[in-house]
């Protein structure tokens, strides 16, 4: 049995005939940026959220750089982020002209660590970037005690958790923005590069609306000089309908973990979901012993699994200016040999999560 990472065709073949329809009438009405369907979008990804505005721009990584040049963030900041996600989220501080400071991770959920946020604040930090990683919330309680108690914004990164919630409540509204991101492999992905940021601030949605659109408001009236960072028609439409599937493809993410969990859970380490989470699992992510092994075992038998991340943000050569050591984020340094992604996707079978956790289970024991 072959078992994919993700399953994008499969995906595409549940609803191939709307979205062919349309995307050949968009093509026939050659109306390919702004206009009907990317409001449509816009309103409809801000109702799922509940919040407010939801400004389409042309990547997540982006979102994130919208959100921070629109909350005024540059040259001389810092802006505190989570030592263990993608880069595109230090990448979009750095792109400001801020500077990215990373704390360590908590050792079960492996979101940012809060006890280790209030050190890594000074009198130049402007903003706490949380990463809801894998698909689980961050502790936002404590994420916005510490930034009430020092004036901070706090911008989310939601690219892995669309439809997550904490407490009773969407991620997404829990700060003063969040931004997400439509990467064809994301819970809720576009054809192509594709974000979003969302917010309940007035202000702030219409200086992003501008900011990624050239800085303007009608055409040729530019206010402030922005970039060209917008979603275009066919992803809108898309993403549109792909939107009304979310839940039900969430719903089977969900359950493909708790089948997951139960059957490896004498085997590896399973995720922890906090109380009053709504993990999401953008990413199923367990941990073993001699991951090299066992994914090249894994992969023996056909099933194809990932890493995120190999390297925690603060060890790429990419940072190392900034002259971190190993010992500064003890946690994320002693997980990062360990943690393994198995493949999760909304279309995946009761016969494939078999056939994994019967592998896994049998790898490990042979390997141990
Ligand atoms: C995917 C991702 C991004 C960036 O999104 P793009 O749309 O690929 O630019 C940012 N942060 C995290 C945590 C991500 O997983």
Known sequence: MRVPFVDLKKQYLSIKNEIDTTVQKIIDETSFIGGKYLKSFEKNFAAYIGAKHC????????????????????????????????????????????RAVFVDCDKDTYNIDTKKLEKAVTNRTKAIIPVHLYGQPADMDDIQEIAKGHNLYVIEDAAQAHGAKYKQKNIGILSDCACFSFYPGKNLGAYGDAGAVVTNNDNLAQKASMFSNHGRKEKYDHEFEGVNSRMDSLQAAILDIKLKHLEKWTDRRIAVAKKYSEGLKDTVITPIVLPDRRHVYHLYVVRVKNRTKVMKALLEKNIHTGIHYPIPLPFLKAYSYLGHKPSDFPVANSIKDEILSLPIYGEMEDVQVLYVTDQLRQIITRLY
């Not at 997540?60 to 880069?87: H, M, Q, R, W, Y």
Request: charged share 10%; net charge negative; proline share 0%.
């Open 55 to 98: 400004i389409g721009v042309g990547n997540g990584t982006d979102a994130l750089f919208v959100a921070l040049k629109s909350l005024g963030i540059g040259s001389n900041d810092e802006v505190i982020t989570a030592a263990n996600s993608f880069i595109a989220t230090s990448e979009a501080i750095t792109m400001t002209g801020a």
